[in-house]
């Protein structure tokens, strides 16, 4: 799925749950307890801090408004820092998808 926001948007935000596949096939919530979560947008941004909305359900969230001033596709991933130094990246096949379409500000 491709989220998808205007060039220029400063209200809304990426908000995602970070899951994990567990042994079963059943992907369960990642667990954010004393962990820092960042977020890496293709060409725009590396490891930006995001916001923990919910640590024991794994809900963060990122301002838009810090990747929408220019259009375009883009490839985003999240780095869940947990307190033992170690690093894990979500999702850790492919990546999630975002798309800012231009807005019609100056051509009216």
């Known amino acids: 799925m491709t989220l998808t926001f205007k060039q220029g948007d400063t209200h809304n935000a990426i908000v995602s749950v970070l899951e994990k596949k567990e042994g079963n096939g059943e992907f369960v919530p990642i667990k954010l307890n004393d962990c820092k979560v960042y977020i890496s947008v293709s060409g725009r941004v590396e ?22 001033d220019k259009s375009g596709f883009y490839n985003y991933e999240f780095i869940v820092s947990y307190s033992d130094g170690t690093e ?9 998808k975002v798309r800012i379409y231009n807005n019609l500000e100056g051509e009216i």
Do not use: H
């Open 47 to 68: 490891k930006d801090e995001c916001t923990i909305l919910d640590a024991e359900r794994g809900k963060v969230s990122y301002l838009i408004s810090n990747i929408s």
């Open 88 to 96: 894990e990246i979500i999702p850790n096949q492919s990546y999630k």
